[in-house]
T-cell receptor
C-alpha cells in the first residue's frame, strides 16, 4: 500500500492566479498520476507524472495550463495556471505500485476559483 | 477506447435493503476491475477488486464478480446501512500504464 499526503486540502483563489498542489508519498513509486473531478462528475486523468522528465498529458490537457513536476519517486506537484471559475474542481494525486493493481489516492485538493 | 458504464443514480434505499449497482465495461485485453467509494468530503478508497475472469472481490459486505462473458462487474450488498451512503465508482485498468478509467459514479443514499 501507499500513504499519500496532498496539500493544500482546499483553497479559494482569484481568477487569473495560479495554485500549486503538492503530493508526497511515503514510499518510492514508479507510477504517479493527477486526476480532476469536476463538481458532481467522475474522475478524469490529467496526466502521468514522469520522474525526471516531462509529464504525459491526456487529450484535452496541456502543459501550459497544468505544469507538472516530479523531481523524485516520492514527490510531485501540479500547478493550475491562469485559473478561471471552470477550473473549480477536486484535484487528486494517485499512485500505482504495480501494474494491474489498485491505485491509491490522496485526499484531494478542493479548489474554488472566484 | 476502453470505457466503463455505470447505472445512473442517485439510488435511494431503506436500511437493510439489497443493493445492486450495475457496471459494464469495454476493454481490449484483460483489464483489472475495481470499485472505489467516496464518502462525503473524503477522497477515494478502494472497496474491492478483481484481476481476472470469475474472480470475486469482497469487502465490508460488498461483493462483485468479474464476468468476462457479459463484460460486467456489478456491485452487490445484501443489507445496506446508513453509513454506506456515498458515491461508488467502477473503474478498470488495462495495459501496462497503470491508468484508471472510471465510470460516472453512482450516488447511494440509505435512509433509516
Amino acid at each position: 500500500s501507499a500513504v499519500i499526503s496532498q496539500k493544500p486540502s482546499r483553497d479559494i483563489c482569484q481568477r487569473g492566479t495560479s495554485l500549486t498542489i503538492q503530493c508526497q508519498v511515503d514510499s518510492q513509486v514508479t507510477m504517479m498520476f493527477w486526476y480532476r473531478q469536476q463538481p458532481g462528475q467522475s474522475l478524469t486523468l490529467i496526466a502521468t507524472a514522469n520522474q525526471g522528465s516531462e509529464a504525459t498529458y491526456e487529450s484535452g490537457f496541456v502543459i501550459d495550463k497544468f505544469p507538472i513536476s516530479r523531481p523524485n519517486l516520492t514527490f510531485s506537484t501540479l500547478t493550475v495556471s491562469n485559473m478561471s471559475p471552470e477550473d473549480s474542481s477536486i484535484y487528486l494525486c494517485s499512485v500505482v505500485t504495480k501494474v494491474g493493481t489498485e491505485a491509491f489516492f490522496g485526499q484531494g485538493t478542493r479548489l474554488t476559483v472566484v | 477506447g476502453d470505457s466503463v458504464t455505470q447505472m445512473e443514480g442517485p439510488v435511494t434505499l431503506s436500511e437493510e435493503a439489497f443493493l445492486t449497482i450495475n457496471c459494464t465495461y469495454t476493454a481490449t485485453g484483460y483489464p483489472s476491475l475495481f470499485w472505489y467509494v467516496q464518502y462525503p468530503g473524503e477522497g477515494l478508497q478502494l472497496l474491492l477488486k478483481a484481476t481476472k475472469a470469475d474472480d470475486k472481490g469482497s469487502n465490508k459486505g460488498f461483493e462483485a464478480t468479474y464476468r468476462k462473458e457479459t463484460t460486467s462487474f456489478h456491485l452487490e450488498k445484501g443489507s445496506v446501512q446508513v453509513s454506506d451512503s456515498a458515491v461508488y465508482f467502477c473503474a478498470l485498468s488495462s495495459g501496462n500504464t497503470g491508468k484508471l478509467i472510471f465510470g460516472q459514479g453512482t450516488t447511494l443514499q440509505v435512509k433509516p
